[in-house]
């Protein structure tokens, strides 16, 4: 997300104050999201334990995206570019608050987080991998969750899905695609 902030005149006016006294911030956000399943709707008689088989199966409704989905957000940079004037002002200023405690520059990120949290939540709705890869985070988590209990240590976990999981889709190569787009 960009911000540009300029004196604007007409005519070539115009164009020496937009050179000499503009401001351009740019933020760079990252915004991943994760489905959700409310937990307190879900039956008591979902899980069966198999001590012989040593699993623990468990029946649970697909995640959902919506307004309650948890979004992990990052700022990954912001850039700022000035014109001449515009630097000499904000140097001085940057110094007189320097003085007394004060920040020298201040970015307010909330918008453009706002902003890449729609469009992921966008991006999210549909989304084949999202389901995919939600639902075997959901596993992994709750395998986590039974190992902390030592009667459950070792044994595995299943889950049964509305709509299974697609076994064309290899979860750990989109999560280093993820990590390595930076996006």
Same mark, same amino acid.
């Given at each position: 997300?960009?911000?540009?902030?300029?004196?604007?005149?007409? *005519?070539?006016?115009?164009? +020496?104050?937009?050179? &000499?006294?503009?401001?351009?911030? =740019? @933020?760079?956000?990252?915004?991943? %999201?994760?489905?959700?399943?409310?937990?307190?709707?879900?039956?008591?008689?979902?899980?069966?334990?198999?001590?012989?088989?040593?699993?623990?199966?468990?029946?649970?409704?697909?995640?959902e995206v919506g307004k309650n989905t948890t979004y992990i957000a990052s700022v990954?940079?912001?850039?700022?570019?000035? *014109?001449?004037?515009?630097? +000499?002002?904000?140097? &001085?200023?940057?110094?007189?608050? =320097? @003085?007394?405690?004060?920040?020298? %520059?201040?970015?307010?990120?909330?918008?453009?987080?706002?902003?890449?949290?729609?469009?992921?939540?966008?991006?999210?709705?549909?989304?084949?991998?999202?389901?995919?890869?939600?639902?075997?985070?959901?596993?992994?988590?709750?395998?986590?969750?039974?190992?902390?209990?030592?009667?459950?240590?070792?044994?595995?976990?299943?889950?049964?899905?509305?709509?299974?999981?697609?076994?064309?889709?290899?979860?750990?190569?989109?999560?280093?695609?993820?990590?390595?787009?930076?996006?």
């Amino acid at each position: 997300m960009t911000i540009t902030a300029e004196l604007k005149a007409p *005519g070539v006016l115009g164009k +020496v104050t937009s050179f &000499l006294v503009h401001k351009n911030t =740019s @933020l760079g956000t990252q915004v991943a %999201v994760y489905g959700l399943i409310d937990f307190t709707t879900v039956a008591s008689r979902v899980a069966t334990v198999d001590r012989r088989a040593r699993t623990i199966t468990l029946s649970l409704p697909d995640p959902e995206v919506g307004k309650n989905t948890t979004y992990i957000a990052s700022v990954d940079g912001v850039q700022q570019h000035d *014109g001449p004037v515009t630097a +000499v002002a904000d140097g &001085l200023g940057g110094l007189v608050r =320097s @003085l007394f405690g004060l920040p020298v %520059v201040s970015v307010n990120p909330k918008p453009a987080l706002l902003l890449a949290e729609a469009r992921a939540l966008k991006n999210a709705r549909n989304s084949a991998v999202l389901a995919t890869c939600g639902k075997e985070e959901i596993v992994s988590q709750l395998t986590g969750i039974f190992h902390l209990t030592p009667a459950y240590r070792g044994y595995t976990v299943r889950v049964h899905w509305p709509v299974p999981p697609d076994p064309s889709i290899n979860c750990k190569a989109e999560q280093a695609k993820f990590i390595r787009s930076g996006s």
